[in-house]
């Protein structure tokens, strides 16, 4: 057995990680709670977001937390018109011709990244990368600490956004029923292409906040999405309160795996927790009440 | 259209493809040719159970691989014969179909949901191979080299041609038969919409099952025909997310659901990627970014595939099929119960 302290560090490093996973989560529930379908260019959008944040950093000497104030921006724009101007026009508003088409689009940014970047694995270097907070029982690594402060903001933010503005309650409006929303007079293509981007803007701010502790390959993007699959099937397809205690959760449980496990069954547990979940309660722990 | 129409266009031209060999030795040719036509084979399965049943998985390495590694691992760790091993592996993959299918329809897995719960399963699988001393883990298996025509072993890469077309000839016949048999309408009734066959008596279950069994058999053929020509095998080719690409964008390309479709797919698409690799040798992925491109343009452009544009030139159609809004108002009122039904 591990000592208490040891534990408690394992739970507190697993919050962490659980935090940047909420991000990409939250832009996957997100998402899926408007338009019903999984994006499954969300791993893709995420590591074009984390060699954004590398390009930044090698090429204008941009520290990734000064960068986020220009990616996320960026992203979403991009996310607004990929479903604006190539993903809704192209499926002919049929669900599973929109699964496709995000299919098709991972494929090809993910292959496009290999072909610019080729599949070397490239990290940035910062002075803090190894700055940590001593709780006394163990040390907290600093840029990690931040990602988990800046997660929760974001998720914060993102439930403000969602419930005290025009836009926040255009986007459930559409999400609970799109006919209804259109003939109440809100343009559900443009609610669509908002909501694609705040899920990109989501995958943006993850990857600034790993970038100084984490690398980059042309797949990096896809371990996390499919952790993010788990979260957001776990919470509940489209709950956002699912979403973030289900990243925490999954964060913890992959600490305390790899703690007692090691490292390979660690993931293997994940996707036990995803495909038993999906098989005896596809509604997720939050999902029923949707 | 009688049968001997339906039948008669595709027979000639496997008949064709088989005369190649004949003529071309060029071991490069030969090898794009079993190459484009295991993968054919392998999207011949998913063509069933996603086209013909409507029943998109994202996952059909769970049972490429698992066909592979069954006729590989027959022969190299209990020396069966190798035709044995392969009938053996195909009838294993479909095991394998019969029981993912079995937990995810008896949970009522659709749409997102069942493209997710396959995709998990070929990780789980991949994550498995990759780690258990039985499939040999990350070295992978091999089998041994013994050139005899009853180890499934050929000198000449012809006799691989003309089995592969013989498999793929005999998919492509199994396909049409089931199109025009009642089961092929149980498939389509289950397709166009699932809840109003139920409620004609259809029993959905059965019918998906038999579409996910059948569809795993012919995708683990493909493995067990992959692993017989390579003799090698890991779990990243097995159980790797490409297969369960390729497999997936053939029958989009080519036309979704109908017999030819994946086959002219697979051959658009490995000579496209052929073509690519031709002129921009040396940049690493940019094949498959065609094929992502592809799939996009496919699904925006011509919804039926290389198959339906064929059909609309033919009738001199030039114009796009004006795709009607499929039942927008039944998928709006139950969108939340998608996966809990």
């Known amino acids: ?290 | 259209m009688s049968t001997s129409r339906a039948f008669a266009p595709a027979l000639v031209l496997l008949l064709l493809a088989a005369l190649i060999p004949v003529f071309v030795t060029a071991n490069t040719v030969l090898n794009f040719i079993v190459f484009t036509l295991i993968i054919a084979l392998a999207a011949q399965g998913w063509n069933l159970l996603g086209g013909l049943c409507g029943q998109f998985s994202f996952g059909h390495a769970a049972f490429f691989g698992s066909g592979a590694y069954a006729a590989a691992l027959l022969q190299a760790r209990y020396g069966v014969n190798a035709w044995a091993a392969f009938t053996a592996a195909i009838a294993f993959a479909a095991l394998v179909g019969w029981i993912i299918g079995y937990l995810s329809f008896r949970s009522g897995l659709r749409g997102s949901y069942f493209a997710l719960v396959t995709l998990a399963f070929a990780e789980v699988f991949r994550i498995l191979a990759n780690a258990s001393a039985f499939t040999g883990g990350a070295a992978g298996t091999l089998i041994k080299l013994d050139i005899r025509p009853e180890n499934f072993q050929f000198a000449s890469r012809a006799a691989f041609v003309w089995i592969a077309l013989a498999l793929v000839g005999f998919t492509l016949l199994l396909t049409t038969a089931i199109t025009r048999s009642r089961l092929g309408a149980w498939f389509a009734a289950v397709r166009e919409n699932e809840d109003a066959a139920r409620a004609l008596g259809v029993d959905t279950l059965a019918v998906k099952l038999k579409a996910i069994t059948l569809s795993a058999g012919i995708t683990g053929a493909a493995g067990a025909l992959y692993v017989q020509y390579y003799l090698y095998l890991d779990a990243n080719i097995a159980y790797g997310s490409w297969i369960s690409i390729e497999a997936l964008i053939a029958p989009i390309i080519g036309g979704i659901g109908t017999p030819l479709g994946p086959i002219v797919g697979a051959v658009t698409l490995h000579g496209l990627g052929e073509l690519t690799k031709l002129f921009a040798s040396g940049i690493p992925g940019i094949d498959l970014v065609i094929y992502g491109a592809l799939l996009v343009t496919a699904i925006a452009f011509a919804p039926d595939g290389m198959m339906g544009l064929l059909k609309r030139l033919g009738r001199g159609q030039v114009t796009p099929r004006t795709t009607t809004p499929k039942t927008t108002a039944a998928k709006t009122t139950t969108p939340k119960t998608e996966g809990a039904a």
């Open chain 1, 1 to 290: 057995m591990f000592a208490p302290d040891i534990i408690l560090a394992a739970v507190l490093n697993g919050l962490m990680t659980g935090s940047v996973y909420a991000l990409i989560a939250l832009g996957l529930t997100l998402v899926y709670g408007v338009l019903h379908i999984i994006n499954f260019a969300h791993g893709a959008t995420l590591t074009a977001a984390m060699f954004a944040v590398y390009v930044a950093h090698a090429v204008f000497k941009l520290d990734p937390y000064i960068a986020l104030f220009i990616v996320t921006p960026l992203f979403f724009g991009l996310g607004y018109g990929v479903q604006r101007f190539v993903i809704g026009p192209a499926s002919h508003g049929e669900d599973r011709n929109i699964l496709l088409v995000t299919l098709g689009l991972s494929i090809l940014i993910e292959n496009a990244m290999l072909a610019i970047f080729r599949s070397d694995t490239r990290s940035i270097d910062v002075p803090y990368a190894f700055s940590s907070i001593d709780l006394g029982f163990t040390f907290l690594a600093l840029p990690r600490v931040l990602a988990f402060g800046v997660a929760l903001l974001v998720a914060l933010l993102l439930g403000l956004l969602l419930t005290r503005t025009d836009t926040g309650k255009a986007i459930r409006a559409v999400a609970r029923e799109k006919t209804g929303a259109a003939l109440a007079g809100i343009d559900v293509a443009h609610i669509y292409a908002v909501t694609f981007g705040l899920g990109a803007a989501c995958v943006a701010i993850a990857a600034c906040l790993l970038m100084p502790t984490f690398y980059v390959t042309p797949r990096a993007g896809n371990a996390f999405v499919l952790v993010a699959f788990t979260i957001v099937v776990l919470g509940g397809m489209g709950s956002i309160p699912g979403a973030l205690l289900g990243a925490l959760f999954i964060g913890v449980v992959e600490s305390l795996c790899g703690l007692f496990f090691g490292e390979s069954l660690g993931q293997i547990g994940i996707f036990l927790i995803f495909i038993l979940v999906l098989l005896v309660r596809p509604t997720g722990l939050f999902g029923a009440r949707a």
